[in-house]
């Protein structure tokens, strides 16, 4: 069996504990500081560092943690969920590219950064659970 790099056990909850509040940060700050009347601040970009380079440690974190059982399996599943998101996101970058244009394109492709890292946590998460419900019954 091929050794994959991966983190240990508990970085998954270390990285949603991260990913979550650099999460809601990032919101915040496009959502509500994006569109607010501009005011001085001394360190303008560092509250978007912060945001930026929490969620994405984050969902490395998350994504890339051993399972309780790693075994050839579940790397397959790894590998299934993988493509699967990175075939996602391409068509999303496809689709991007033929109907959005200017600067709400330049955030779409800032957006698909983490839509990659969310789309193969969920399909490979959507994966363990439906092998864990085959194996209960």
Do not use: H
């Amino acid at each position: 069996m091929k050794n994959l790099w991966l983190l240990p056990a508990w970085c998954r909850k270390a990285g949603w504990a991260l990913f979550t509040p650099c999460a809601i940060l990032g919101l915040y700050l496009i959502f509500v500081e994006f569109y607010s009347p501009m005011e001085f601040e001394f360190y303008p970009a560092l509250k978007a560092n912060i945001a930026i380079i929490g969620t994405l440690i984050g969902l490395y974190m998350v994504a890339f943690s051993k399972e309780k059982v790693e075994d050839e399996f579940v790397n397959s599943l790894r590998a299934d969920a993988m493509i699967k998101a990175f075939i996602l996101n391409s068509i999303i970058i496809v689709l991007g590219s033929l109907t959005v244009y200017g600067l709400p394109y330049v955030y779409m492709l800032s957006i698909t950064q983490y839509f990659v890292l969310l789309a193969y946590i969920i399909i490979f998460r959507y994966n363990m659970y439906k092998y864990s419900c085959k194996n209960e019954e």
